[in-house]
């Protein structure tokens, strides 16, 4: 008879095995033709109109903001871009009496702690404070379509162009590349602002070409070189509010068409106002992840057959301004920094994280806060300005791309439903890696935390890396909403600035790695 002693004996060695699975990972020591170039304005952020002032910073900067902006800037050498749009963006008018922007909130609810203005009124300096921005910011500015009042657009077009021929903007180096015509248009059949059984792709080409039209005149285009982001749809059936029926509309033959020279698309994983483990696993699964971003596939190739450039320009994980205990995490880093790399290797040049004050989703919190993110209620002490931590994921992708300017990044093969990877290349050679172990290891998991050792193997011709530098993204648990630290500095500090000390490993490569549930490294070869 076997004892019970003799059978947990056998029990734990096989579960210490399973906590340290041997993954053999190999990385092409050279470019290999199906890496593409990453731009190092990949990762980006798109801000509600609403609130854009609490952003920017009226009299003065919101240094805390521009700090987070600057932070990712060292990184790459490049300013973050921003969209400012949204909802917001149908229900802004301009009043020339009105100084920065007066705002008509609705009552907050549980679910929706920080709704969208109902009303967003602004005057000249609201588009001027965009001087606040780091030098060398790119803007996509969106103007009303939704309320269907040319004016409005109107109004606001000849006042971004005088904000952006300012000197004061020129000489803070901020320009505007693009402006939007409506937010999601696709979604003014349901929502009262065109009716449902007449606004087919057909008239929204139409209405967007009028409305274009008068906005290229007013905002100058043909001299400004002020272009048209197109789309900006909510989902896509790839025919109609899609790239392929604006297209086959012609919507590019067009003269406002013409100044159209990319095209936006959004996309939320699911909307869900509750949270919980599993929906935080689903979102980090490496396999939800790729099926949400190859639906996109077809659409890029479409795209890029007109010559046209395609980004993400409004993007999060969950509806709702997040999952509570969901989009506010830890594990929704991993999920924004797998869903962000995903995306260049399908075509997709840019992914514009949506942020709201108050959205759980956000990366920033760029003002004071005094309701609960998570369901309203009142904080007995206000939140100062912060970061949550997805913002960690902007770190690592931007510190991933460099300041190359002419990166390339492929997705590694790797067997493991957990573990995904990416190569990146400087010129044609490896220089980086990173590594992501999306296993969510929760506050409520009872069993181990199980950690993969990484066998690390080169393809290809080239000299092989004898050392590397490990650097990691420290997470106690995947549902945590605070506390992480990369490469052991914080970066939850008053000012956004990091703080400790900067902690990598350097190992012979040959030695391998291990990488936990729920950690990211970055692998840098020498
Ligand atoms: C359109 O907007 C302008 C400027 O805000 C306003 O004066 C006008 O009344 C609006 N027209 C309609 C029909 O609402
Ligand atoms: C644009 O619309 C405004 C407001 O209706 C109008 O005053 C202006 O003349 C229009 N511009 C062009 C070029 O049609
Ligand atoms: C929408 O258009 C249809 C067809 O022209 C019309 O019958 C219907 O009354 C319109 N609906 C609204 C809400 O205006
Ligand atoms: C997108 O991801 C979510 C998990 O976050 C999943 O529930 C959903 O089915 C995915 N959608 C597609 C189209 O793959
Ligand atoms: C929350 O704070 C607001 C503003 O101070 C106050 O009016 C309201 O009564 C408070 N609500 C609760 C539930 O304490
Ligand atoms: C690592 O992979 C190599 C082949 O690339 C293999 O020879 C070696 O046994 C592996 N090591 C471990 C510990 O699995």
């Not at 012609?250 to 599993?278: D, E, M, R, V």
């Not at 880093?333 to 989703?361: N, P, R």
């Not at 190359?404 to 590694?412: M, R, Y």
């Not at 000012?495 to 900067?502: F, K, L």
Request: glycine residues 8%; contains cysteine.
């Amino acid at each position: 008879m076997i004892s019970p002693a003799f059978l947990s004996v056998v029990l734990l060695a096989c579960l210490s095995a399973a906590q340290a699975q041997s993954l053999p990972v190999s990385v092409p020591l050279t470019a290999p033709s199906s890496a593409v170039t990453v731009k190092p304005s990949l990762m980006a952020l798109s801000i509600e109109q609403d609130r854009w002032t609490d952003w920017a910073g009226t009299t003065a900067k919101n240094g805390f903001f521009f700090n987070t902006l600057d932070n990712l800037k060292q990184r790459t050498g490049v300013a973050p871009p921003l969209r400012i749009g949204a909802d917001s963006e149908d229900r802004t008018n301009y009043n020339a009496e009105v100084d920065y922007c007066e705002n008509v909130f609705p009552a907050f609810s549980l679910t929706t702690p920080y709704p969208e203005a109902n009303n967003n009124i602004v005057g000249d300096k609201y588009y001027h404070i965009a001087s606040h921005l780091p030098s060398g910011t790119r803007i996509i500015w969106g103007v009303n379509f939704g309320g269907n009042n040319i004016t409005a657009a109107f109004l606001a077009a000849k006042s971004l162009k005088k904000a952006f021929q300012s000197s004061a903007m020129k000489d803070a180096g901020v320009t505007l590349d693009f402006i939007e015509i409506g937010n999601e248009g696709d979604l003014f059949r349901f929502n009262g602002d065109r009716n449902a059984s007449t606004f087919t792709i057909d008239e929204y080409t139409k209405e967007w070409t009028t409305f274009a039209t008068n906005v290229s005149a007013a905002a100058n285009m043909d001299s400004t070189g002020i272009k048209f982001m197109g789309g900006a749809f909510s989902s896509s059936d790839h025919a109609t509010f899609a790239p392929q029926g604006l297209f086959s509309n012609g919507i590019l033959n067009s003269a406002p068409g013409k100044l159209i020279t990319s095209i936006s698309q959004h996309h939320y994983s699911g909307s869900f106002c509750q949270g919980n483990g599993g929906l935080l696993q689903d979102l980090m699964t490496k396999a939800t992840i790729r099926s949400n971003i190859s639906e996109f596939a077809v659409d890029v190739v479409a795209t890029r057959a007109q010559g046209l450039d395609y980004i993400l320009g409004e993007t999060n994980s969950y509806a709702c301004h997040g999952a509570p205990g969901v989009s506010n995490t830890a594990g929704a880093a991993l999920w924004s920094l797998d869903y962000m790399l995903f995306s260049t290797q399908i075509g997709v040049s840019q992914v514009y994280f949506h942020q709201g004050v108050g959205y759980k989703y956000s990366m920033i919190q760029p003002a004071m806060l005094t309701r609960s993110i998570i369901d309203g209620s009142n904080l007995t002490t206000p939140l100062a300005p912060h970061l949550q931590p997805a913002y960690y994921a902007a770190l690592i992708a931007t510190e991933a791309i460099g300041t190359s300017g002419s990166t390339k990044a492929v997705e590694l093969t790797i067997d493991d439903p957990r573990v995904a990877g990416y190569a990146f290349f400087e010129h044609g050679t490896l220089k980086r890696a990173v590594l992501i172990n999306s296993e969510a290891f929760l506050t409520t998991t009872t069993t181990p935390r199980t950690s993969k050792v990484i066998n690390l193997s080169f393809s290809g011709s080239g000299s092989k890396p004898k050392t590397m530098t490990i650097k990691r993204l420290a997470i106690e648990h995947a549902d945590d909403d605070h506390g992480l630290t990369w490469g052991g500095q914080t970066f939850e500090t008053k000012d956004a600035r990091p703080s400790g000390a900067i902690s990598v490993q350097t190992v012979e490569v040959s030695a391998g790695l291990t990488i936990s549930a729920t950690e990211v490294v970055l692998l840098s070869f020498q």
